[in-house]
């Protein structure tokens, strides 16, 4: 048994030491949030749709960097479920007010996905469960969001897309 324990062990340290390097540092260390601010966001792009009366819009991150690139999960749910006013939708130039949930969470290391370089994740989120998205008109909307690294919060936003529905 003792073996098998240790062998164990050995099979779970390189996963263990890749999860500890790949984790942002605690913003103590003066030169994590330097390397933090000097990392390029990630590229962010999104199409829409409209679906049975709904606007889906698909959120595309693009890490052009060399490196991982953490992500707050909850910046691009992956259950479709808005938790924050990730985008700016206006209806013929008027903006459309966020009638969602806003979920408050503490950050720790499992709030993060880790972007690897040249690599992208996408989400598919219908806009009708947090925004009026109900009547006919011309909508742009754009998705930004603010993600903490390393105590640093940088913003990745996205061109507008506009869909008439």
């Known amino acids: ?17 890749f999860s500890l390097l790949a984790y942002p540092r605690s913003p103590s260390t003066g030169s994590a949030v330097k390397a933090a601010e000097s990392m390029p966001a990630p ?9 049975s009366g709904d606007i889906i819009v698909r959120v595309i991150l693009i890490n052009h960097g060399d490196r991982l690139y953490p992500l707050l999960k909850w ?5 479709g479920k808005l938790s924050s006013p990730l985008f ?12 969602g949930v806003v979920v408050k969470r503490r950050v720790t290391r499992d709030s993060y996905l ?3 370089p040249v690599s992208q994740y996408e989400s598919i989120i219908g806009l009708k469960q947090a925004y009026d998205v109900a009547p006919a008109g011309k909508y742009t909307i754009r998705y930004h969001a603010w993600n903490q690294v390393s105590g640093a919060n940088l913003q990745i936003t996205s061109p507008e897309t506009t869909i008439v529905k």
Do not use: C
């Open 1 to 17: 048994m003792p073996v098998k324990r240790v062998l164990l062990s050995l099979l779970t340290m390189p996963a263990l030491a």
């Open 88 to 99: 700016d939708v206006f209806r013929d130039g008027r903006q459309l007010k966020y009638n």
């Open 75 to 79: 910046d691009l749910p992956e259950d």
């Open 114 to 116: 880790y972007l690897h």
């Open 43 to 51: 590229e962010a792009r999104i199409n829409a749709g409209v679906d």
